[in-house]
């Protein structure tokens, strides 16, 4: 009896570390329009994302920033994605993004189609998700 018990745990055990795994969001991910990176992290129990990489460095500053003092600020290094909690297997949510292109931010969530953790999709939104825009941003 005893030893079902023990292999039930580690069954049990080993398939929650590998099905974790799978959807692990922490990552460097590819916007939708290639020009830019994202980098993936997770601080405490929350995650960030920020920016690593631009394709034009010509547009390195965030001169859009709603902020006059946070004009000169390099977008690369930049975090975009913030306080975002793991609610499920393959969602995160209660988080925001700064669009930088436009000095917005927004709620949003992020998620991965089951099977694939290849694509994250981005959807932010003002008030309820119904109501804003998803994006989907490649894994490299």
């Known amino acids: 009896m005893l030893k079902n018990i023990l292999l039930f745990c580690f069954c049990v055990f080993h398939t929650s570390i590998i099905y974790s795994s799978e959807y692990d969001i922490i990552g460097i991910y590819l916007s939708p329009d290639g020009d830019a990176k994202i980098e993936i992290s997770k601080i405490d129990q929350l995650f960030f994302g920020k920016i690593v990489w631009l394709k034009n460095t010509d547009k390195n500053k965030d001169i859009h920033n ?22 499920e297997t393959h969602l995160w949510e209660n988080g925001t993004i700064y669009d930088p292109k ?23 939104f003002i008030g309820f998700s119904f109501l804003g825009r998803s994006e989907k941003f490649t894994r490299i």
């Open 66 to 87: 709603p902020d006059i003092n946070l004009r000169d600020k390099n977008l690369i290094g930049l975090t975009i994605l913030q306080h975002f909690s793991q609610t």
């Open 102 to 124: 436009i000095g917005k931010t927004y709620k949003c969530k992020m998620w991965f189609e089951e099977g694939n953790n290849k694509e994250l999709f981005l959807r932010g």
